[in-house]
């Protein structure tokens, strides 16, 4: 049996999902991990980024649809 804890605050988001990366102040669609960072791409579409897995969290709170009408 391992002696290792593993670090139970890191939030693990699905395929899809619309995270937040904390460092920047962006939100981002989680796309993957690969090479122990995370993968988002912008909402409307463009150049993916990568963030680190304990700057990433849920978008808080309800968002609310005025956000979206500069994407019309």
């Known amino acids: 049996m391992s002696t290792r804890q593993r670090d139970t605050s890191t939030y693990?988001?699905?395929a899809g999902e619309l995270v937040l990366d904390r460092r920047t102040g962006?939100?981002?669609i989680y796309m993957d991990?690969?090479?122990?960072?995370?993968?988002?791409?912008?909402e409307g579409?463009?150049?993916e980024w990568t963030a680190e897995p304990h700057q990433?969290?849920?978008v808080p709170g309800p968002r609310d649809s005025t956000e979206w009408d500069h994407l019309r």
């Not at 991990?33 to 912008?42: A, I, V």
């Open 12 to 14: 693990r988001p699905h």
């Open 26 to 28: 962006r939100t981002g």
């Open 33 to 42: 991990t690969l090479g122990g960072e995370h993968y988002l791409r912008p």
């Open 45 to 47: 579409g463009g150049r």
């Open 56 to 58: 990433v969290s849920p």
